[in-house]
């Protein structure tokens, strides 16, 4: 049976459901709900709750891993608060929405109970992070050794509130952002998850480096992020040479630069279309971009890249956004633009602020899409 109440204005506490055992899909999102969401264990039938968009506070006890049956919770966009519950998930598991929330502390080592999870959003709202709040951890490897179905892995901060450039993963401020609050190395376990599609460890205080991770066996990743933590050293090739990654944001670290080929016509074709490594402190262009000919947005603000524009980067002739601000470049920009063997009829945004260039401003040749 189908209890469905959403959309409404229903407020106060959501009542003991056991006398409803028979219910097997429970949603109350998009009302006023506050207090803690009661013990639903006792409702064995259940498949999917979803009480989304309310303002709950708690999630009563630990039943979460006890119900028999339940395969999706959803209880994003609440005020749950402190760390997520001792346990979160149960053998039927495979799908677990609680993101947008003010949670803070460790990810459960109990997370590795959900063999079958398919999806897990602990995701942070910006404007409940407190920099007083304790630092949590990650389960340990053998904890997600046993998530092999896991496709998104998201234990960021949401920036909803942030102005936000035409790039989609990337702010002109400058936040201090702490996710989860987790600290330590970035968790060889997690790379090696294999139908991972999503990850995003954004705003923690992980630290290391890229290249001491084993990402050549995230064979179906699409997008990472790992922005505003403490990471160091460059971004491997192995990483962005993964055949399905087209979106990469490792802004606001310590990274120095890109690893180089030795040999760059050995490089397959790069799928990546966005690439974001503003905030770090590079000092040239990575040349591997030669072979990044679907890239549409690539930002480098705020680095220390120095010397002229290559003439190769006004070859792609995908590239719509072009972020390049407040690094140490030099030379004349209009002769990079207007090259016989430019194509930028696509750019749309080129940001070229805080540089040591020189610009002629009668570009008569340069055409840029509407």
Known sequence: MTYDVSGNSLDGEVPDMCGAPGI???????????????????MTGLYEVDVSENGLTSLAGDWLGGSPKLQHFNAERNQLTGAPP???????????????????????ESIGDCPGLEVLDLTVDEASVD??????????????????????????????????????????AVFCSQGLGMEGTLPASVFALEKLETLDLSHNKLSGSVSEVPVGALSNLRKISLAGNQITGAVPLSLLTLQKLT???????????????????????????????????????????????????????????????????????ALHHLYLGNNQ??????????????????????????????????ITELRMGN
């Open 247 to 317: 979106s990469v944001d490792v802004s606001d670290n310590m990274i120095t630069g890109v690893e180089e080929p030795a040999v760059l016509a050995d490089v397959d074709w790069l799928a990546i279309d966005t690439l974001n490594l503003a905030d770090n402190q590079l000092t040239a262009f990575p040349t591997v971009l030669r072979r990044a000919a679907a890239l549409k947005t690539l930002d480098l603000t705020r680095n220390a890249v120095a010397g002229s524009v290559p003439q190769w980067l006004c070859q792609h002739s």
């Open 24 to 42: 097997t899909y429970l949603f109350l999102h998009k009302n006023k709900l506050t207090g803690a969401l009661p013990d639903l264990s006792c």
């Open 86 to 108: 001792s346990s979160l998930c149960g053998t039927f598991s495979k799908t677990l929405y609680l993101g947008h929330n003010a949670w803070r502390g460790s990810v459960p």
């Open 131 to 172: 920099d007083g709040s304790a630092a949590g951890t990650m389960p340990s490897s053998a904890a997600f050794a046993k998530l092999t179905k896991l496709t998104t892995l998201a234990l960021s901060v949401s920036l909803f509130f942030i102005f936000v450039r035409p790039i989609g993963l990337t702010t002109d």
């Open 329 to 362: 470049l030099t030379g004349a920009v209009h002769e990079w633009l207007t090259v016989d063997a430019a194509d930028v009829s696509e750019l749309r945004v080129l940001t070229l602020d805080d540089n040591p260039v020189s610009f002629y401003f009668f």
